[in-house]
């Protein structure tokens, strides 16, 4: 069997788990028609990837708290707001993640996009992304590696993104200045403003304690930001503000 039909046999292997909770190696076997030798291939692999858990004679889903294992071990908080803005992406979209640990938690709700086309300045994204069992297209910026913010930037890196064209940029911040867009510790901030350049959609993901922190380094002024989202903890008056800007504002659930 060809690597398409092997994806497409895995991908309704955990549609089928999703929707029972488990599984049997005899039950995937009858059903997709295939050894039960392969199967057990097929449940090797899911489970190395963090989609399922094997038991004796087949497969269980994987509970919440052992999912956010796999993730990482993202802060719930910044899980939350990954996964709001995951909804977001559409089938064989192209994006750019840009480094960051609220960033970092969109890795996992890819699994059920199809045809990506990913872009990243960050190793530890590039990795997770190459382990995903959708095989979304990968691509890395290059460029100078920058230990602060532990990514790629420079000039080589800007070249490399303006050879595209992106539907969709997913950034972080370290603060919001309301008057002025996000900030940044950083002052490497050109590839960040290249990355908005390139994108139709500019997607600013970060918790909302980060409001009011006073950051000096700009990094995308509010007429760059097309979405921002955050937690529900954002007073309405702050999300009033933005709005004017003409940002659209989605608050995921806060979870401590």
């Known amino acids: 069997m060809n690597k398409r039909n092997t994806q497409q046999r895995r991908h309704s292997i955990i549609s089928l788990l999703n929707s029972q909770g488990e599984v049997s190696v005899d039950e995937l076997s009858l059903r997709f028609e295939t050894s039960e030798v392969t199967i057990r291939k097929d449940l090797a692999t899911l489970e190395k990837t963090g989609l399922l858990l094997r038991r004796y004679g087949g497969a269980v889903a994987i509970p919440d708290e052992v999912t956010q294992a796999f993730s990482s071990k993202i802060a719930p908080n910044k899980l939350s707001i990954a996964k709001a803005a995951a909804e977001l992406i559409n089938d064989h979209n192209c994006i ?17 996009k199809r045809g990506l086309l990913v872009m990243t300045n960050s190793l530890q994204l590039a990795n997770a992304i190459h382990e995903l ?21 420079g000039q080589i890196a800007e070249q490399v993104l303006r ?19 996000t900030t940044t510790f950083n002052e490497l901030t050109g590839l960040s403003k290249v990355m908005a350049e390139v994108s139709r ?7 909302s304690d980060k409001f009011g922190r006073r950051i000096p380094n700009l990094e995308l002024p509010w007429s760059n930001i097309s979405v921002l989202v955050t937690d529900d903890k954002l007073p309405a008056e702050t999300v009033a503000t933005i709005t004017e800007y003409g940002v659209r504002v989605i608050l995921a659930p806060h979870k401590e």
């Open 96 to 112: 750019i993640i840009d480094s960051g640990s609220t960033t970092s938690g969109l890795i996992q709700q890819l699994n059920h």
């Open 133 to 153: 069992e959708n095989e979304p297209t990968l691509l890395m910026t290059g460029g100078t590696w920058d230990p602060h913010s532990e990514s790629f930037q």
């Open 163 to 181: 050879s595209y064209n992106f539907d969709q940029l997913f950034i972080g911040a370290d603060g919001i200045d309301l008057a002025r867009g």
């Open 201 to 207: 959609d500019v997607i600013v993901m970060l918790e």
